[in-house]
């Protein structure tokens, strides 16, 4: 039996990222792929069709204390992501649904059809204090699916309605479908935008990200939403040694001639079943670089796949990892892409008149 990282196996759909479908690592019974020998006399791998299933939620805001992550409140409207980033953090959380980190994470969709309302109930609590709320901090918001099912917008319009403060992060460039929304909530200072750029090689983000939108449609997902006064922050994330970071410096330049005003990067994180998934992926489709990348990861894990330890789980630690913040720090500044963030403006809060309800003769 093989350990499932040979070219041979397994015959993986088309336009997915995943090369396997391993057991979650809280089911009872693993299941593993194994080479039978029949590899080549296989038919050519078909298409996996996605399902989308609703799920009852409770609450829509989703709480965490994290140092690292730059906010404490976000909403995520999907669980797994049809996009199939290979290197997704975000993958391991599928075990928790009795489902693989692998295939299912890319396959088996869930969706909160309820966010909007929810959302509303929870803002108009008499209690609640407005902060920043990030939409996406888990699976992108505005991967395929919401296209049709709209839940993103849905939630965005009870934010511009409540005018709430919010950020938004995607690889997607459906996210100018609701250019309407957002520079509404930008004139206001109530929204920022970062869109993630890991490549401008086509071929390599189709490798890695099979689902996603292109570089280019990505680019102009930035022009467009600067366009219309929507501020953007390019983020290069992940940062892969010896894979796409040679990329950095020119993803940045890109980004500010369409005029992206920050820009952010991650290293490579592999967390739990990530880090075989992101070999498997690499012994197949990019086997002349595979053990060079994970000798360079471990260089910046301290002999490890990952190391998850705050303050250095995002930039890594070592030699290697400063010379890419290194050069991070001044490709932001030669672009002009150190404005950073800016203060979104809590103050406008206000929770807006139910219909029916009384209006209020003192509101805005």
Request: with cysteine; hydrophobic share 40%; glycine share 8%.
């Amino acid at each position: 039996m093989s350990s499932g990282f040979t070219s041979q196996i397994p015959k993986i759909p088309r336009g997915r990222g995943a090369r396997s479908n391993a057991s979650g690592r809280y089911e009872s019974r693993q299941r593993e792929d194994f080479d039978d020998g029949w590899a080549i006399e296989d038919p050519a791998p078909g298409q996996l069709d996605t399902t989308v299933t609703a799920e009852k939620a409770r609450v829509i805001i989703s709480r965490n204390d994290s140092p690292d992550v730059g906010f404490s409140a976000s909403i995520n409207p999907y669980r797994g992501c049809e996009h199939g980033c290979i290197y997704c953090y975000a993958r391991p959380a599928h075990a928790y649904m009795g489902l693989s980190p692998g295939l299912d994470f890319e396959s088996k969709l869930f969706f909160k059809p309820h966010a909007a309302q929810l959302l509303e109930k929870e803002l108009s609590k008499p209690r609640y204090a407005p902060e920043l709320i990030h939409i996406g901090g888990n699976t992108d918001p505005y991967q395929p699916e919401e296209r049709r099912l709209r839940i993103t917008r849905g939630v965005i319009e009870v934010l511009v309605r409540f005018r709430h403060p919010f950020s938004v992060i995607t690889k997607s460039a459906l996210i100018v479908r609701d250019l309407d929304l957002l520079a509404e909530a930008a004139a206001m200072k109530l929204t920022r935008v970062a869109i993630s750029i890991t490549s401008l090689d086509r071929r390599l983000a189709r490798s890695m990200e099979p689902r996603a939108a292109t570089p280019e449609k990505r680019i102009d997902a930035v022009r467009r939403l600067t366009q219309a006064g929507v501020p953007v922050t390019v983020m290069f994330a992940p940062c892969i040694p010896g894979l796409n970071d040679h990329e950095m410096e020119a993803v940045l330049e890109r980004a500010a001639e369409a005029g992206a005003s920050g820009a952010g990067y991650v290293a490579l994180r592999l967390p739990l079943e990530i880090k075989d998934l992101f070999r498997e992926w690499l012994e197949t489709d990019h086997p002349d670089r595979a053990r060079r990348v994970m000798s360079l990861v471990r260089q910046m894990r301290g002999g490890k796949d990952y190391d998850a330890q705050w303050g250095s789980r995002m930039k890594g630690e070592g030699p290697l990892a400063a010379l890419m913040a290194a050069r991070f720090t001044a490709a932001k500044k030669r672009h002009g892409l150190d404005v950073g963030w800016g203060s979104l403006d809590a103050s406008r809060f206000r929770v807006p008149p139910q219909r029916g309800g009384q209006m209020d003769l003192f509101a805005e």
